[in-house]
């Protein structure tokens, strides 16, 4: 049983790339979530599903986008990079929204 | 706008110290508290949820109780293995699932 998946486990961009964090359960959660853990900032919610094709914002949504195709995968993508979005990233599934498993998370550097 | 406050920063223990975290809170309607403890370069792993004040939850040397304002994670005899950092979320009533809040960790260490 895999759990929740992430990758990459690192990665390095430039300012202004793209790219798309991969995150996939196979534990069937309706619920899935991404966050990011900064120093001193705790881990902030960026964007939230509660089902396939039903998405919402968390507290810091500006840069990310999110869709929810399916039950299992749920991509988080940074349209133009900034400095600023260096972060750990967890992607994060639950059922019935209460206790979260979460993924080995990704290290993401902007420079 | 909803608080999570976790204490100590940080804290050291001799092995078999017995020692308490406290993640204090403000929120317009508590729907459930959560402890998570999370090991440097993981994911945070789910500990206890407590739901009303005066519950406890417990699981070996970790006992969690929450109050109306607060929550303590209280760790008896600690062993090395513990290390880690403990996190506490909170989530609110009239929140859609995995809307959490969470603080900012105390991060424990515990010496042989």
């Known amino acids: 049983n895999a759990g929740v998946t992430q990758t990459p486990k690192f990665q390095v961009l430039k300012t202004g790339q793209s790219m798309t964090l991969q995150c996939a359960q196979d534990m069937n959660h309706e619920y899935m979530s991404w966050y990011r853990q900064d120093p001193g900032m705790g881990l902030r919610l960026i964007h939230y599903s509660v089902g396939a094709g039903i998405t919402d914002q968390g507290e810091v949504p500006n840069g990310y986008n999110v869709s929810r195709s399916t039950t299992e995968d749920f991509p988080l993508r940074l349209l133009s990079a900034a400095p600023s979005q260096t972060s750990v990233y967890f992607c994060?599934?639950?059922?019935?929204?209460?206790?979260?498993?979460f993924g080995s998370g990704t290290q993401l550097s902007v420079l | 706008e909803d608080q999570v406050t976790q204490s100590p920063e940080a804290l050291r223990l001799q092995e078999g110290e017995s020692s308490s975290l406290n993640c204090s809170y403000t929120?317009?309607?508590?729907?459930?508290l959560f402890w998570y403890r999370q090991d440097p370069g993981k994911g945070p792993e789910f500990l206890f949820t407590l739901y009303s004040a005066g519950e406890e939850k417990e699981k070996e040397r970790l006992k969690a109780t929450l109050t109306k304002k607060e929550s303590f994670l209280h760790i008896t005899a600690p062993k090395p293995e513990d290390s880690a950092t403990y996190l506490c979320a909170v989530q609110v009533k009239e929140t859609s699932g995995s809307r959490l809040t969470f603080g900012e960790g105390t991060q424990l260490t515990v010496n042989p």
């Open positions: 929120v317009s309607g508590l729907r459930g």
């Open positions: 994060a599934s639950s059922y019935g929204g209460l206790k979260l498993f």
